[in-house]
């Protein structure tokens, strides 16, 4: 009978090399790197100073309260807050939460206000916003008439028109009256003043519009 021939050690342990290393190259073999996971919805981190309008934008101002707005070229762009060119932008409303600090930065000058509510018109077919509007309150007629000559010092909102409905005014402070005071450009941006006054109510409101600079 005929006995299975025996390798010799020399060729036993080279054999054992060969497969050790066939395995572990088949072990090492690449695979394919699995896809990045998908991201939950289209907003992103915002690192930058000014604000966003999408979603995730008008969180963090409600969450901060605070708010900057880019206009030192004259405009706000949609694009450059994150909202698609057909959107008429967000109504930011802080309710009970406080108000929200705003910043706007035109191109000659800053305007800022503490506000509970910030608006944003437009058209589906504008690719910026025609007018930022915010809402500033007083609980004294001695408050709002001081607001109402800041907005003259800062912005260069007409001062004879201001003065003579601030004299008219108190002379009667349980008058009620609306009142558009002339637009003011010193920061570039057009602000104007919506005065809505009502002497029988606690707390009285302006309604500040800013525009895109004149043209």
Known sequence: MKHPVRLRQPAALALAALLASLALTGCQSERPTPPEPASQGSST??????????AA???QILATSTATLDMSSGALAKADVGVAEE???PEINAR????IDLTIKGPDGVITGDTGRIRFNTTDARPDFSEVTY?????SPEEYFA???????????DSDSAERWITATEADLTSKDEFAITPGTATGLEVSYDLRYDGSQETQVIIVHVFPAPL
């Open 87 to 89: 959107s008429y932008g």
């Open 135 to 139: 809402f500033l309150t007083a609980t």
């Open 147 to 157: 607001l109402i000559r800041d907005g003259v010092n800062r912005y260069g909102i």
């Open 57 to 59: 934008g008008v969180d």
């Open 96 to 99: 009970n939460a406080g108000k």
């Open 45 to 54: 981190v915002n690192t930058s100073e000014f604000s966003t309008l999408d």
